[in-house]
């Protein structure tokens, strides 16, 4: 099997900046790059391969093409490619948001839900985001928040800083505040319900869409509950998320193996290194802002350099 780095798609959002052009590599026309899909198989921005045998098709495509076990078993048969990762570059304020779980996302909308989680690449000074309420609010105060504009008040915000972790179950109410950069692991959905944006308007005078009544009815109005998952920074019945930080000279060899139950996803957040797999010989340079891909079955795996990393598999 094949080491595959990927070439992101990009959208150009409204409240999105320049920073993953202009630091993390990422290839744009766009002015903006507030989102690059690093490890896309949604048909709203498939990720490409841009080496090997499989150069210039999507990662759908390749893995098409290597069979149903470049995936592995933990990803049920025939079904759609699990998990979506993103860089995100917040200039401004996202929208006040909410993603529903599979049971109500595959009645309504025909797609995953979204269990997601953050982990926190930069963040401005006095930078924080919302991360659901600050107390148990009921249904009628929610709608008449909504309505009134005057639900910011009772969100929880929170400042963060870089490093930071936030594990984002469906019904959490939330959004990214402007300054900060994040890398986003989650389920394979676009599925999004907004709340409230600031009244703002597009490049064409107009308000972005409200999703009301879906977000009434898929958000949780409680407290968030801290979640520990030691020694992961994520885990849950979607994916696993780990960190490599190799510093290039006490700690500069790092490695495992990817069995045939998961493929693994390296996205690169930091240094430069190598990885490769000492079984076949095959080594691929690595630098912050790669994204690459090791199908199931690929055996050991080495890494080395200074190099930071967030490894995710099923």
Same mark, same amino acid.
């Not at 109410?173 to 402007?178: K, P, S, V």
């Given at each position: 099997m094949p080491i595959l780095k990927m070439k992101p798609a990009?959208?150009?959002?409204?409240w999105g900046g320049d920073r993953l052009k202009k630091e993390w590599h990422i290839e744009t026309d766009t002015e903006i790059a507030a989102e690059a899909w690093m490890l896309s198989c949604h048909p709203d921005g498939p990720s490409r391969v841009v080496n090997g045998e499989y150069a210039g098709r999507t990662l759908a495509e390749a893995i098409a093409a290597m069979g149903p076990?470049?995936?592995?078993?933990?990803?049920?048969a025939g079904g759609d490619f699990p998990i979506l990762i993103k860089l995100i570059d917040a200039r401004d304020n996202l929208s006040i948001q909410v993603h529903p779980d599979d049971a109500y996302a595959g009645e309504h909308e025909g797609q995953f839900g979204k269990t997601e989680m953050w982990f926190i690449l930069d963040a401005e000074p006095g930078a924080f985001l919302y991360y659901g309420f600050?107390?148990?609010?009921?249904?009628?105060?929610?709608?008449?928040?909504?309505?009134?504009?005057?639900? #910011?008040? *009772?969100l929880n915000a929170v400042p963060v800083k870089k490093g930071d972790v936030f594990f984002i179950p469906p019904g959490t #109410?939330?959004?990214?505040?402007?300054g900060i950069l994040i890398a986003e692991i989650q389920q394979?959905?676009? *599925?999004?319900?907004?709340?409230?944006?600031?009244?703002?308007r597009d490049a064409q005078g107009n308000a972005r869409q409200l999703h009301i009544e879906q977000a009434l009815a898929v958000t949780q109005r409680t407290k968030p509950v801290p979640q520990s998952f030691d020694p992961?920074?994520?885990?849950?019945a979607y994916f696993t998320v780990d960190r490599i930080t190799l510093n290039g000279a006490a700690v500069d060899r790092a490695g495992g193996t990817v069995d045939d139950?998961?493929?693994?996803?390296?996205?690169?957040?930091?240094?430069?290194?190598?990885?490769?797999?000492?079984?076949?010989g095959e080594l691929m340079k690595i630098t912050r802002g790669d994204s690459v891909f090791l199908p199931a079955g690929?055996?050991?795996?080495?890494?080395?350099?200074?190099?930071?990393?967030?490894?995710?598999?099923?």
């Open positions: 990009v959208k150009d959002y409204l076990t470049a995936v592995g078993k933990n990803v049920p600050r107390e148990e609010i009921s249904a009628t105060e929610f709608r008449e928040r909504i309505r009134d504009n005057t639900l #910011l008040p *009772v #109410l939330h959004a990214i505040g402007r394979s959905s676009n *599925v999004t319900y907004r709340v409230y944006d600031y009244d703002r992961h920074i994520a885990d849950c139950h998961s493929f693994l996803s390296v996205l690169v957040i930091g240094g430069d290194g190598e990885i490769g797999l000492p079984g076949t690929s055996g050991a795996w080495e890494m080395t350099g200074s190099v930071d990393a967030l490894l995710t598999r099923i």
